[in-house]
């Protein structure tokens, strides 16, 4: 039940920093106002996608990833952590133009959007997640391989950043 709640502001938080990253940043004192919406946005979005997190995986929403207890936890902490900053990198990128240094690939992907398909390829397996009935240990395929792929591709996204900030930084 708490899930579904946890949803809701999930979803206005993420509109809210799509909303606001779909143009540039304006200057002057406009640019205050706009940065601090991206701050509430965008901490209302973490904030909110780690309650749901922490509490899919207390009523063992996860229990279907193979590994034990704490190193599941860690997993599902890290593909978080991997999501959050995939979100945020491509809502980001999403107004920058090709000179801003990242790798091609990332500046691609913001260009394609991923700022809208990839919260939507991880948070729509999680409304299944909290309201489907299935047996302990099992998650049917078109619950695991978006929830798969999305991590593989936020772990992608947040490598290129690292490996693009050391060659900068060289």
């Known amino acids: 039940m708490l899930g579904n709640l946890l949803l809701f502001p999930v979803a206005l938080f993420l509109i809210g920093l799509l909303y606001y990253t779909a143009s540039p940043a304006p200057s002057g004192d406009y640019g205050v106002g706009y940065s601090l919406m991206l701050v509430i946005f965008g901490g209302g ?36 952590v991997a999501f959050m900053i995939a979100t945020f990198l491509s809502a980001s990128l999403r107004t920058a133009g090709p000179e801003t240094g990242v790798p091609p690939f990332l500046y691609w992907l913001s260009q394609s959007y991923a700022a809208y398909w990839l919260p939507l390829l991880m948070l729509v397996p999680v409304v ?43």
């Open 45 to 80: 979005f973490v904030l909110f996608s780690a309650l749901l997190t922490w509490n899919l995986s207390l009523n063992n929403g996860f229990d279907w990833i193979q590994t034990p207890g704490t190193q599941r936890n860690l997993l599902v902490f890290v593909g978080w």
């Open 128 to 170: 299944l997640l909290l309201n489907l009935e299935r047996e302990a240990g099992v998650a049917p395929d078109f619950i695991k391989i978006p929830i798969k792929t999305g991590f593989l591709l936020s772990i992608l996204m947040g490598l290129g950043v690292f490996f693009a900030s050391l060659r900068a930084n060289t």
